[in-house]
């Protein structure tokens, strides 16, 4: 119950400091999407992330700066700061920034874009980046493995426009092994709906507002020790729940809380009970 409490108080110590941010892109916070950054443009990241399990939760930050270099291609690079740990299943988290202890340099190309109407948009965007640990080390069983790279690719699709936003992701992490040691592949999905209302569609100085229901799935492969298949790792999860995202000139806020509807994991991770994030931008 301690650990909860510091979790909570230092979700709302960051939802205090919203008077110094903007949000990474225009999209949902925990599902995969595909706006890119304007060319040229330079985006900074603050996020806070939590995961809060039976016993014990794992809370951590990042920062992330991403770069434009044409209005279709942008690279982003971000770096983590764990407060706290917990023996829960391998997730990715959020599309961007992992929930995990790695530093994560990653490519964004949006390969396809078709306007059907005003202000209406089908768009595709293909992800790839490295994924390098950090010193950190995670709770449980995947703090005990020989620390690798990995690989992170992703593909998102869907539609934007003034009122309705709609997008479908799937996503993948693997990981080298050394002497035995690997971490498991993790296999993730998305789909996201986003309504802006009428009144809410407000240009500066007012504040523009949307939100979205988020669906994300994690599948797990066994951790791998020493040459083997670990029992009672990996494993399957699948959480909803809604999301915020408000504009500002060129600052943002985003957030929101996901809760699990199907959980199917191995009896080594620790049951999770639900996820937050919070995130602050900056464009400029």
Request: charged letters at 15%.
């Amino acid at each position: 119950m301690r650990r909860e409490k510091r979790v909570g108080a230092l979700a709302a110590l960051v939802l205090m400091l919203n008077t110094a941010a903007h949000a990474s892109g225009h999209g949902p916070v925990f599902a995969m999407a595909t706006p890119t950054n304007a060319k040229g443009g330079w985006s900074v990241d603050w996020g806070v992330m939590g995961r809060v399990g039976d016993q014990n939760s794992g809370a951590m930050g990042r920062a992330m700066f991403t770069y434009g270099i044409t209005e279709d291609v942008q690279v982003s690079f971000s770096a983590p700061a764990v407060f706290s740990s917990a023996a829960l299943a391998p997730a990715r988290l959020t599309s961007m920034m992992p929930g995990t202890a790695d530093f994560e340099g990653i490519g964004a190309w949006r390969f396809h874009r078709q306007g059907t109407g005003v202000g209406r948009r089908f768009e595709t965007t293909a992800y790839g980046g490295i994924v390098v640990p950090g010193s950190q080390r995670p709770a449980g069983m995947m703090g005990e493995l020989r620390r690798t790279p990995g690989v992170y690719t992703a593909l998102a699709t869907g539609m934007a426009s003034r009122s309705h936003y709609f997008w479908l992701g799937a996503g993948n992490v693997w990981f080298a092994e050394r002497d035995g040691d690997r971490r498991p592949d993790v296999l993730s999905y998305s789909f996201v709906w986003g309504y802006r209302p009428p009144p809410w569609q407000k240009d500066y100085p007012h504040w523009d507002w949307r939100f979205f229901a988020e669906l994300t799935g994690e599948n797990a492969g066994r951790i791998r020790q020493a040459g083997h298949a670990m029992l009672g790792t990996g494993g399957h999860q699948i959480f909803v729940g809604p999301t915020v995202l408000g504009i500002y000139k060129n600052y943002a806020i985003q957030g929101g809380i996901q809760f699990p509807v199907f959980h199917d994991v191995g009896a080594r991770h620790e049951r999770e009970r639900f996820r937050f994030a919070i995130n602050l931008s900056y464009f400029f």
